[in-house]
């Protein structure tokens, strides 16, 4: 579940806790949007952290140079295929 998941269950729950008054037998609305608000809360917590870890940077590398020279002159003998 990502970040706008974790906000929707946050926003849900807002709605069942404080923004109905309805009565349903057996179910307490008002405990489900606080479970809700509680899992969108532990979920944008557990999200920020594993995207704060994702974010590492890398200092940018120093140039290799190559300086061994190897434009070598190819006459078929030297590389050992002439002889």
């Given at each position: 579940m990502g970040l706008g998941g974790c906000i929707i269950l946050i926003a849900v729950g807002a709605i069942l806790t404080f923004a109905t008054d309805w009565e349903m037998q057996g179910v307490n609305l008002d405990l489900v949007g606080i479970i809700l608000m509680i899992v969108g809360l532990i979920g944008t917590t557990t999200f920020?952290?594993?995207?704060?870890?994702?974010r590492v940077v890398v200092?940018?590398?120093?140039?290799?140079?190559?300086?061994?020279?190897?434009?070598?002159?190819?006459?078929?003998y030297s590389d050992g295929y002439g002889v």
């Open positions: 920020s952290s594993i995207a704060r870890r994702r200092p940018p590398s120093t140039p290799v140079v190559d300086d061994t020279g190897h434009h070598h002159r190819r006459d078929g």
